[in-house]
């Protein structure tokens, strides 16, 4: 298939790139570069474009001869989303709506969207499963969900089909450890202590040390970059027939945030200053997947189900690019 790859120069739109090249389709690349890189997507096709830009949509998918549509171009952080509502409505809702726009004048009907456990805000059970309340607590969260419902309705009319895929914590580097996590600024908590193992920062943070966990720090659930990926490459091909998929993509096993700075430690074999702070206002205590449904119907299986593994691929990454992509 031919596959246009919104965001496909960011983080895990360029492990999904080459993964689908590597499967025996043609990755075409869609990126605005307000937050992707050029360098992790060499010898992609691309083209660089934004997602308000209905006409020039509709160019590439004709052109292009487009078969189906992966959409990681989103703005992610939670926190900022409380500051800047309107961007992230703006970006990760309305630009959304003109892509399935582009796509339904095209007749390109397969859509696999890249949301997120913010839908489900502070869930009552652990660990979560699809059906559990959605209740989102920031803008972040209720874009995605916002963007779930559209792409729904649209199925109903039989003019798409999708697979909307709910990420817990995507972690570590794929493709042998060459394309790794290079946000500016960082907010994820593994290239952060990671940074701080490189002395590059002066101290990890511990918001929070009286959850009611074993060791009262938050728990969250991390899930490896290409098993990520293989989820997403097995939910397109599942669209040939069917209209509506919706997945939990997660480990379903919890690390805490001492277990996540041990691990680090042991791995790269360096200490660091830990600092431990208040809590932050909103965080749950644990957040991890029920995938069991993915498992099943997509005959998903976890290829690094263990944290020092996930650790180690994005250790690999990041001394290897000590300053990211240039």
Not at 18 to 44: T, Y
Not at 284 to 290: F, I, K, N, R
Request: aromatic share 8%; with cysteine; charged share 25%.
């Amino acid at each position: 298939m031919n596959v246009l790859i919104c965001g496909g120069a960011g983080y895990i739109g360029s492990n999904m790139t080459a993964m689908l090249a590597q499967a025996g389709h043609k990755p075409i690349v869609f990126d605005n570069l307000s937050n992707g890189h050029k360098q992790a997507i060499k010898g992609f096709d691309f083209i660089e474009g934004d997602l308000a830009d209905l006409d020039l949509l509709v160019k590439v998918l004709k052109e292009n001869k487009i078969d189906a549509v992966m959409h990681f171009a989103a703005f992610i952080e939670a926190g900022e989303s409380v500051k800047k509502p309107l961007e992230f409505y703006s970006n990760n809702v309305c630009n959304t709506q003109m892509l399935l726009a582009a796509m339904e004048k095209c007749g390109v009907k397969k859509f696999v969207f890249s949301s997120s456990a913010a839908v489900y805000g502070a869930p009552d059970k652990t660990p979560i499963t699809e059906d559990a309340p959605k209740n989102p607590i920031n803008p972040y969260g209720h874009t995605k969900l916002a963007v779930e419902q559209m792409c729904r309705f649209q199925s109903q009319t039989i003019r798409l089909r999708y697979a909307a895929l709910r990420y817990f914590n995507a972690a570590g580097a794929g493709a042998n450890g060459t394309l790794g996590e290079d946000h500016k600024p960082e907010s994820h908590l593994i290239p952060l202590v990671i940074a701080a193992a490189m002395g590059k920062r002066e101290d990890v943070k511990i918001f929070g040390t009286d959850y009611p966990t074993p060791d009262g720090t938050c728990v969250r659930d991390y899930i490896h970059i290409e098993d990520l990926c293989s989820a997403h490459l097995l939910a397109l091909e599942k669209l040939e027939n069917q209209n509506e998929l919706v997945y939990n993509l997660g480990n379903g096993k919890g690390y805490s945030v001492r277990d996540v700075i041990e691990t680090v430690k042991k791995v790269t074999g360096k200490n660091f200053k830990v600092t431990e702070v208040p809590r932050r206002p909103g965080d749950p205590p644990v957040l991890t997947a029920d995938a069991t449904r993915a498992i099943k119907e997509l005959g998903w299986k976890v290829k690094y189900p263990e944290l020092e593994k996930i650790v180690e691929t994005a250790w690999q990454w990041h001394n290897d690019n000590p300053e990211g992509y240039k």
